[in-house]
């Protein structure tokens, strides 16, 4: 059988010498996230298509790298359907709990409006209903919670109760039970930790530092309680922490003074790992995120490579294949239920007033709690890359990312990662890890 280039490779623009001196380049797999040492002559004929004269031998061995495909095979209807086969998955079901309406910070970039609201006498009871229902049904196998919106430590109490509800009902049905917590930090204690930890099975914890270029914001406290976390390590063998520092234009400058702030702290630790991300639009001004999204993705290389230097853990350099579906709005078995008892598809719904007000699905007391929620608007998203409608459909990253945002792009606002943009920078980040020496061409 004829074989072909995949249409999901990056290959190495940079080359090296191996370790008996010969000429090599990398060749990145997005679908299998695999990066591969080959011949610098191999690279070539991968990277312009002629594969035909290569040696049977190294045919055989990029076969099976998934590097060659059958000639003719249409890879991206592949992709689609294994993104939508996660998608329609109903043995793991997403909810997103957001038990709170306000805020303790209001970050000038969030597009949310930051009011105290009250919840009904019925919401709680109706979302431990919906959900434990859930639980219970035969084709489930995996449940996941996740707390988020605002910070879900305002709602401490809602949190520690309704967890504890669905922990036993899960227990009790032999169902996997996962959760993770959003929160700024500010309310975040060692004894909470411990409680979300052992008691509500808190087994991911995202503390988000914004504005880490604002003088005013003081982020000393946050950084105390993390240290300590870290230095009771043992306590918490099966949390993963991870610390993520939320970048606009101004903060760009400081991601140096950033870093040296968590290894002062001591979080250069294993159980931290760390994510740097750029603000994005909230439904409202574009061209900021634009420009912190460009600047963000020409340090981002630097920036990696230092916090590898001092010990940081940071997110994986290379693509990391989807595990699930992109997000919540693409798959009916995830919803996101908000403090006003509305259910969404949209994580970024009930946070901003216009979608809050124009994107309900349906209200939380009146839900059939026996069915999925009301189909959502992106719900279709698979269909729309198939047809062209979006240019994820020809893009070398669409196995890893899936798109990332489907709402983001039905707002102009391209969502596209950072790696699209830096990845040949990532890519000699990997060589020097791996001991590869750049050769002069």
């Known amino acids: 059988m004829r074989q072909q280039a995949s ?4 290959v190495s623009d940079a080359v090296y010498a191996d370790g008996a001196g010969k000429p090599v380049r990398l060749v990145l797999n997005t679908r299998t996230s695999r990066v591969s040492t080959v011949g610098d002559q191999v690279a070539r004929a991968l990277r312009h298509g002629d594969c035909a004269a290569l040696p049977a031998a190294v045919s ?45 910070l209001g970050c000038e970039y969030c597009g949310q409006v930051h009011v105290r609201g009250k919840t009904s006498a019925n919401h709680r009871s109706a979302v431990r209903d919906r959900l434990l229902r859930a639980v219970n049904r035969p084709s489930t196998q995996e449940v ?24 036993e009902a899960a227990d009790a049905a032999g169902v996997r039970y996962r959760s993770r917590l959003t929160t700024d930090g500010a309310l975040l204690t ?14 991911s914890v995202c503390v988000t530092i914004d504005g880490i270029g604002d003088p005013r914001r003081q982020h000393d406290r946050v950084l105390a309680v993390l240290a300590d976390v870290v230095r009771h390590a043992d306590e918490f063998p099966k949390l993963g922490l991870t610390i993520r520092g939320t970048l606009d234009v101004a903060d760009i400058d400081h991601v140096d003074t950033f870093i040296d702030a968590m290894v002062k702290a ?9 994510d740097l991300r750029v603000v994005h639009a909230w439904s409202n001004d574009m061209s900021a995120p634009r420009v912190a999204r460009q600047r963000f993705a020409a340090a981002e290389p630097r920036w990696l ?3 590898h230097e ?21 798959t009916r078995s995830a919803e996101v239920i908000s403090s006003s008892g509305a259910i969404f598809s949209c994580t970024e719904h009930p946070l901003v007033p216009e979608h809050e007000q124009g994107d309900v699905l349906e209200l939380v007391e009146h839900a059939d709690h026996d069915r999925q929620r009301p189909a959502g608007r992106y719900d279709d998203w698979h269909d729309r890359v198939n047809r062209g409608e979006q240019s994820c459909a020809g893009c070398v990253f669409l196995p890893v990312c899936g798109g990332s945002c489907p709402k983001h792009w039905g707002e102009g606002n ?26 002069l061409t």
């Open 7 to 10: 249409r999901y490779l990056v």
């Open 60 to 104: 055989d061995r990029l076969s099976n790298l998934k590097i060659l495909v059958p000639e003719g095979r249409d890879e991206l209807t592949d992709v689609l359907d294994e993104q939508r086969a996660r998608a329609r998955s109903t043995a793991t079901l997403n909810y997103v709990l957001v038990p709170n309406g306000y805020c303790n």
């Open 144 to 167: 996941r919670i996740g707390w988020f919106g605002d910070d879900p430590l305002m709602a401490y109490a809602i949190v520690r109760d309704l967890a504890r509800q669905f922990v």
């Open 190 to 203: 060692l004894r909470k930790l411990r409680v979300l930890y052992e008691e509500c099975r808190v087994d």
């Open 266 to 274: 001591g979080l250069n630790h294993p159980m931290v790992e760390f």
């Open 305 to 307: 490579r230092r916090m």
């Open 310 to 330: 001092v010990g940081m853990v940071t997110r994986t350099l290379i693509p990391a294949q989807l595990r699930g579906p992109i997000c919540p709005a693409v």
């Open 414 to 439: 391209p969502p596209c990662p950072s790696y699209k943009f830096n990845i040949q920078q990532r890519l000699e980040l990997e060589a020097s890890r791996t001991g590869l020496v750049p050769l």
